[in-house]
């Protein structure tokens, strides 16, 4: 089975300073990747995807990720944090070779400081 | 875009109660999803349907049930609520057919069992 590693739990920016969520997969041919942001007592809002086609991808609201096999790594960024940017953040991975499983990592809780 | 609606954004119980959570979907997903969404134990997967009336256990189905009589609606079941369950649940769809697929999900319905 896949696992999938948020390194933090917690990131803190200022506004209009970058951000960065750090996301590890475990190895898999080709796996899909996707970040997700939830806010307060709301679900899951897809930001982007990474399906195998260009490895830099972009998201909604600024965001974009990079997919780098060799490190098995798929960061979060964003050029520059705005107030609404504050939220949860889930790096999710698909693996075609165990059907219709998503993996989860724990998330990681951006706060945006004035 | 997909929609995914969860027929209650916030549901009180009491114990011992039989709860149903109603989750459709609009886009002719053949997969759909049962989440519980608890602080520090990030998602877990309760059950998933693949087609109408095909359900597998996700990882934590002690205590629940699911029905899916219709393609667009998959229905949670808790046979006898208890406190414990008291949790954020979010339902989700996806196309099987298509591993990049990405989940959509509803915007979740937060049950408070008393």
């Known amino acids: 089975a896949q696992s999938v590693t948020q390194l933090d739990s917690h990131v803190s920016v200022s506004e209009g300073t970058p951000v960065l969520l750090r996301c590890n997969y475990s190895s898999s041919y080709s796996p899909s990747l996707f970040w997700y942001v939830q806010h307060p007592n709301k679900g899951l809002q897809l930001l982007l995807k990474?399906?195998?086609?260009?490895?830099l991808v972009k998201g909604i609201n600024g965001f974009e990720a990079e997919f780098k096999k060799s490190e098995t790594s798929f960061h979060l960024t964003k050029p520059s944090a705005h107030m609404s940017d504050a939220a949860e953040y889930f790096c999710v991975v698909s693996d075609p070779d165990t059907g219709n499983q998503f993996y989860f990592g724990t998330g990681t809780s951006l706060t945006v400081i004035p | 875009d997909v929609k995914v609606t969860q027929s209650s954004r916030y549901l009180v119980k009491r114990t011992g109660e039989k709860v149903f959570l109603e989750c459709v979907q609009d886009?002719?997903?053949?997969?759909m999803f049962w989440y519980r969404q608890d602080p520090g134990l990030g998602l877990r997967l309760i059950y998933f349907?693949?087609?109408?009336?095909?359900?597998e256990k996700g990882d934590i189905p002690e205590g629940y049930s699911v029905s899916r009589e219709k393609k667009e609606r998959f229905s949670l079941i808790l046979e006898s609520a208890s406190t414990n369950q008291t949790s954020m649940y979010l339902c989700?769809?996806?196309?099987?057919?298509?591993?990049?697929?990405?989940?959509?999900f509803g915007n979740g319905t937060r049950l408070t069992v008393t």
């Open positions: 349907s693949y087609d109408v009336k095909m359900k």
């Open positions: 990474y399906t195998s086609a260009a490895t």
């Open positions: 989700a769809s996806s196309k099987r057919t298509d591993y990049n697929s990405p989940l959509h």
């Open positions: 886009m002719d997903h053949e997969n």
